[in-house]
Each structure stands twice: as structure tokens, then as C-alpha cells.
T-cell receptor
């Protein structure tokens, strides 16, 4: 059973702090991991992809991957109210053709 | 880069009619396109996967005769909701991939069936 798990939240973080979002997945053979942001009433938007163990930074965003522990996380530094959204974790499993398996998403609220 | 358009953005139709939604990749060739449905405050639900020139693969529980998918070219896929009913009212979103596994989403179509 291919599963991607996220805490649904809401996760409330004060403005300017670091928001930490976590995701676990069920298949050790997975190679490709993605974070999407979805604002209410809008479609998802790709913000980060990560393929190898360690950290990947892009502006205020850092994705962290630990394949041995089967988790991937997203850190948002200097959180802004505009970061308030639902963050979706998606994983490509080796035998799932080109489909992504989606977590249910974590709702993040940045409080001014 | 990686822009996907979707039309219409909103549509209201009467029960029993059919609605066609278009999804286009504007600056890349989409080898695979995906159609999702999302109900309010719920997760994305994959409806079907389509590859250019071949029949779509539908997820379990999705009626292929009700949700017709055509992927006629590398830049265009269409979803037709046939004989729509109020329970089909939802947010329909397409996505596309080129060479990697990441998917790029269209802006979505909000369907209301009255």
C-alpha cells in the first residue's frame, strides 16, 4: 500500500518564525519528492522538488530528505502571512507509472 | 516555463447536460496529463491519467463513460462530464508532466450543476 502521511494541522506559526512541515512515506524505493502549495480555492503550485538525501534550499524554503527514515520535510524561514496555505507532499513511487501519491496536506497559518 | 492553462475557469450547467473542460500545456510538450477532482476542504483525488494518443487510465470508482478524456495532442487534453448531475459539482484540475515526475497544474475549473 503506497501511502504518504501528513499532519492535517492547522499549524499556527508567528510571523517571522520558521515553519516546519513534515511528511512520511511508505516505500523505501521512492526517488522523487515534491512539495506543493495550495491556496484556498486555487490549484496546487510546485514549490520544491528533492531527489537525494540532505537539504535543498531555494530562497526561504528548505526541503530535507531522509530516505533511511522515510521522511521529507519543508522548512519556511521568516514566515509571512502570505505563506498561509495548505502544503501538499507528493511522492513518486517506483512502480506507480508517472503518478504521484499525495498526502492530505497540512494547513499552515502564519499569524501576524 | 511549465505553464498549464485550463478553460473554462467556472461553468454552471443544468442537470443532464454535458460540459467540456480543456487543458493545455503552453510552453512544453506534455507526455502525460492527469485529471483531478477536489471537493471543498478535501484532498486531491486523481480521476484519470492520459498519455497522448492512447486511452486514458481511470482510477477505481471513476466512471469512464461519464468522464470522457481525450488526449489528442502533446499539448491538449479534454475532460467531458456527460449527463452532469449536482453531485458532479466540484473543482476539476488538470496537471501535466514533460520529462520528469513533477506535475504542473492548470488553474482549475469550478463546475456547478444546477
Amino acid at each position: 500500500q503506497k501511502e504518504v502521511e501528513q499532519n492535517s494541522g492547522p499549524l499556527s506559526v508567528p510571523e517571522g518564525a520558521i515553519a516546519s512541515l513534515n511528511c512520511t512515506y511508505s516505500d523505501r524505493g521512492s526517488q522523487s519528492f515534491f512539495w506543493y502549495r495550495q491556496y484556498s480555492g486555487k490549484s496546487p503550485e510546485l514549490i520544491m522538488s528533492i531527489y537525494s538525501n540532505g537539504d535543498k534550499e531555494d530562497g526561504r524554503f528548505t526541503a530535507q530528505l531522509n530516505k533511511a527514515s522515510q521522511y521529507v520535510s519543508l522548512l519556511i524561514r521568516d514566515s509571512q502571512p502570505s505563506d498561509s496555505a495548505t502544503y501538499l507532499c507528493a511522492v513518486h513511487f517506483m512502480d506507480s507509472n508517472y503518478q504521484l501519491i499525495w498526502g492530505a496536506g497540512t494547513k499552515l497559518i502564519i499569524k501576524p | 516555463g511549465a505553464v498549464v492553462s485550463q478553460h473554462p475557469s467556472r461553468v454552471i450547467c443544468k442537470s443532464g447536460t454535458s460540459v467540456k473542460i480543456e487543458c493545455r500545456s503552453l510552453d512544453f510538450q506534455a507526455t502525460t496529463m492527469f485529471w483531478y477532482r477536489q471537493f471543498p476542504k478535501q484532498s486531491l483525488m486523481l480521476m484519470a491519467t492520459s498519455n497522448e494518443g492512447s486511452k486514458a487510465t481511470y482510477e477505481q470508482g471513476v466512471e469512464k463513460d461519464k468522464f470522457l478524456i481525450n488526449h489528442a495532442s502533446l499539448t491538449l487534453s479534454t475532460l467531458t462530464v456527460t449527463s452532469a448531475h449536482p453531485e458532479d459539482s466540484s473543482f476539476y484540475i488538470c496537471s501535466a508532466r514533460d520529462e520528469g515526475y513533477e506535475q504542473y497544474f492548470g488553474p482549475g475549473t469550478r463546475l456547478t450543476v444546477t
